[in-house]
């Protein structure tokens, strides 16, 4: 079926991060550059997740491949900021997934040319010389899916795991009947 490759949550602290200060107290974990981006970016280890703070307390987590990895770190990203006094630890952060990215193969070559067309020129976008892969927006889905001649599919913006199999699966079965 599908394979996650990235996982993107949001949650929002309730307020104000003095960022440079955040950045300052946890030197070796963080990355904050304002002339470049208005976020910090804080990473527990090399291969870990990334978290992104906003002055406003908002907050994303990306680079998760699990639901438990998400709520991890998420966990320790809270238990960060309560030790050091930011928020308390039973704050109501409305945390939650955005957003599955997720990977299949169709064991196949693809003419993305033929199925620019077959899929409908209204739900796809297939510019070789912008992108080499074929960008189709399924009507039926609320995701979108990237078709590469290798036979690679990458969804993307599928609010759930079930959303992004389903949507892998009618994608699969559309392009058996057309090619």
Known sequence: MVKIVNIIASGTLNTEI???????????KAE???????????RFGEEDPLVTVYRT???????????EEVHEIRERFLNLLSDMGVVSTDIDDN?????????????????????????????????????????YRPTEAPCVALLFASGRVVITGSPSLKTAEDTFQQISQRIAKLL
């Open 32 to 42: 904050y550059d304002p002339d470049n981006y208005p976020g910090l970016y804080l």
């Open 95 to 135: 945390y939650q997934i955005q957003n599955y990215v997720c990977t299949g193969e169709l064991d196949r070559q693809l003419n993305l040319n033929a199925l620019a067309i077959g899929l409908g020129l209204e739900n796809t976008e297939y510019e070789p010389e912008q992108f080499p892969g074929l960008i």
């Open 57 to 67: 307390g908002k907050y994303i987590t990306t680079g998760s491949t699990s639901k």
């Open 18 to 28: 003095d960022l440079s200060q955040l950045a300052s107290d946890i030197e070796s």
